[in-house]
């Protein structure tokens, strides 16, 4: 039976219907079948949110434990040996620093929890703080030490590797959003990761394959 749309200005729409059944008998069976979806997807739509608040709190519990590595562990263990000097475990970084074209350090997030350690334990509220607009991504973080403002070849840099380092690495320009730390704020209840900020503006990077070559070469070598 083909009818028209009334929710699509009117376009045909081809409804198949049993032939064993009248008109009045196929449509009490379609409004049968649609109370029956709509019932559906009601309860899949509450179990999807339970799944999802039930997600985020498992997330937020995980965040909340120490980052421990491997050699940190085996130290509280019964007989291991006592550290003497300096030495001691090496503390895994929630970040991988790489270094731009004037030296100075970019620090990228590995992801999820990571990233809020970045942007809330190891960045100071001056320094430069960089995403991907309108996508998933890494947080990226320029330490900015003295009042100088930063040099324009380390912004191009750190918003390279915000872009590259995001959902949209395959594009080959990316609009990249950048502020100060001290503008960043996680949403109560939001999972790892998840921010929002204020006081932020938009530069719209073009991807280099040379400049994105040159850093990830000067990557640092650590990678715990």
Same mark, same amino acid.
């Given at each position: 039976?083909?009818?028209?749309?009334? *929710?699509?200005?009117?376009?045909?729409?081809?409804?198949?219907?049993?032939?064993?059944?009248?008109?009045?008998?196929?449509?009490?069976?379609?409004? #049968?079948?649609? #109370?029956?979806?709509?019932?559906?997807? %009601?309860?899949?739509?509450?179990?999807?949110?339970?799944? %999802? &608040? &039930?997600?985020? !709190?498992?997330?937020?519990?995980?965040?909340?434990?120490?980052?421990?590595?491997l050699?940190?562990?085996?130290?509280?263990?019964?007989?291991?040996?006592?550290?003497r000097?300096? &030495?001691?475990?090496?503390?895994?970084?929630?970040?991988?620093?790489?270094?731009s074209?004037?030296? +100075?350090?970019?620090?990228?997030?590995?992801?999820?929890?990571?990233? +809020? !350690?970045?942007?809330?334990?190891?960045?100071?509220?001056?320094?430069?703080?960089?995403?991907?607009?309108?996508?998933?991504g890494?947080?990226?973080?320029?330490p900015?030490?003295?009042s100088?403002?930063?040099?324009?070849?380390? *912004?191009?840099?750190?918003?390279? /590797?915000? !872009?590259? *380092?995001?959902?949209?690495a395959?594009?080959?320009?990316?609009?990249? /959003?950048?502020?100060?730390?001290?503008?960043?704020?996680?949403?109560?209840?939001?999972?790892?990761?998840? @921010? *929002?900020?204020?006081? &932020?503006?938009?530069?719209? @990077?073009?991807?280099?394959?040379?400049?994105?070559?040159?850093?990830?070469?000067?990557?640092?070598?650590?990678?715990?």
């Open positions: 039976m083909t009818v028209s749309d009334d *929710f699509e200005d009117g376009a045909p729409l081809t409804i198949p219907v049993d032939p064993a059944l009248d008109v009045r008998g196929n449509a009490v069976r379609k409004y #049968k079948q649609h #109370k029956r979806l709509t019932a559906g997807r %009601r309860h899949v739509d509450a179990r999807l949110a339970a799944t %999802r &608040a &039930a997600l985020a !709190a498992a997330e937020a519990r995980l965040y909340a434990l120490p980052s421990l590595t050699d940190a562990v085996r130290a509280t263990l019964p007989g291991a040996p006592v550290a000097g300096r &030495a001691r475990a090496a503390e895994r970084l929630p970040y991988r620093e790489y270094q074209a004037t030296g +100075d350090a970019i620090w990228v997030g590995r992801g999820g929890a990571d990233n +809020d !350690a970045l942007t809330f334990r190891h960045a100071r509220g001056n320094d430069l703080w960089l995403h991907c607009r309108d996508a998933p890494a947080h990226v973080v320029v900015l030490r003295s100088a403002p930063v040099r324009e070849e380390t *912004f191009l840099d750190a918003a390279t /590797l915000a !872009a590259h *380092f995001s959902k949209l395959d594009e080959e320009q990316v609009d990249v /959003l950048y502020t100060n730390a001290k503008h960043v704020r996680r949403p109560r209840g939001a999972p790892p990761g998840r @921010v *929002f900020c204020a006081d &932020a503006r938009t530069a719209r @990077v073009r991807m280099e394959p040379a400049r994105l070559q040159r850093l990830l070469a000067r990557a640092s070598v650590e990678d715990a």
